[in-house]
Every structure is written in structure tokens, then in C-alpha cells.
């Protein structure tokens, strides 16, 4: 099993900045991806932004220039620095982590941490 707790995440206004950090424990793969993913209310769960084991990011056209991944190896921590935000970030942020056995796949995510941008 593995477990993901995130911190960070609350109110800002827009324009301001706020981080997330996710720690990983248990059985973590060698090859993961680890990353962040959003839910506004009424909209689906989408992705914001995804780092492999290996560095290579996945970044969504809504926040590219905006937001930075990044990860600890060590610690088995992700960051997502938000910048510039606007109000239409609002919305509970899920980290992520997907385990890649043999290339069969395993999702695991956080509890959520609320995320919100005000006018």
C-alpha cells in the first residue's frame, strides 16, 4: 500500500502564489509518476501536472508558464509551485502517485487539500 499526505493548499487572491507538497510512504516502485490532479465543483477530475521517477514532466495547457513540478527522490516528495493563480484554479487538488510494475500500473491518491482563489 502506499500512503500520500499532502499540506499546503488555502486562500489567496488572484494573482498571489501558493505551493503544494506531497510525501510518499510504503511501497513506492522504482518507476512512479507522481503529480497532481483538480476537481472544481461540478467538473471533472483533471490532470495539472505529472513528474516521472526519471524527471520528465507532463504540464496542462491551462497552467503551463504558471505552475512548476517537482520532486524529491529521496524523500519521495512532490512540489507544485503555483504562480499568477486565478480564480478558475479554485478547486480541491489530489496528489497522485502511480506505481509502474512490469508495466502494470497502480493509482494511489491523497485525501485532497482545497485550493482557493478569490477575485
Known amino acids: 500500500q502506499v500512503q500520500l499526505a499532502e499540506s499546503g493548499g488555502g486562500l489567496v487572491q488572484a494573482g498571489g502564489s501558493l505551493g503544494l507538497s506531497c510525501a510518499a510512504s510504503?511501497?513506492?516502485?522504482?518507476?512512479?509518476?507522481m503529480g497532481w490532479y483538480r476537481q472544481a465543483p461540478g467538473k471533472q477530475r483533471e490532470l495539472v501536472a505529472l513528474?516521472?521517477?526519471?524527471?520528465?514532466?507532463t504540464i496542462a495547457d491551462s497552467v503551463k508558464g504558471r505552475f512548476t513540478i517537482s520532486r524529491d527522490n529521496a524523500k519521495i516528495m512532490v512540489h507544485l509551485q503555483m504562480n499568477s493563480l486565478k480564480p478558475e484554479d479554485t478547486a480541491v487538488y489530489y496528489c497522485?502517485?502511480?506505481?509502474?510494475?512490469?508495466?502494470?500500473?497502480?493509482?494511489?491518491w491523497g485525501q485532497g487539500t482545497q485550493v482557493t482563489v478569490s477575485s
Open positions: 497522485n502517485l502511480q506505481n509502474n510494475f512490469l508495466g502494470r500500473l497502480y493509482d494511489y
Open positions: 510504503g511501497s513506492i516502485f522504482s518507476f512512479n509518476t
Open positions: 513528474i516521472t521517477s526519471g524527471g520528465s514532466t
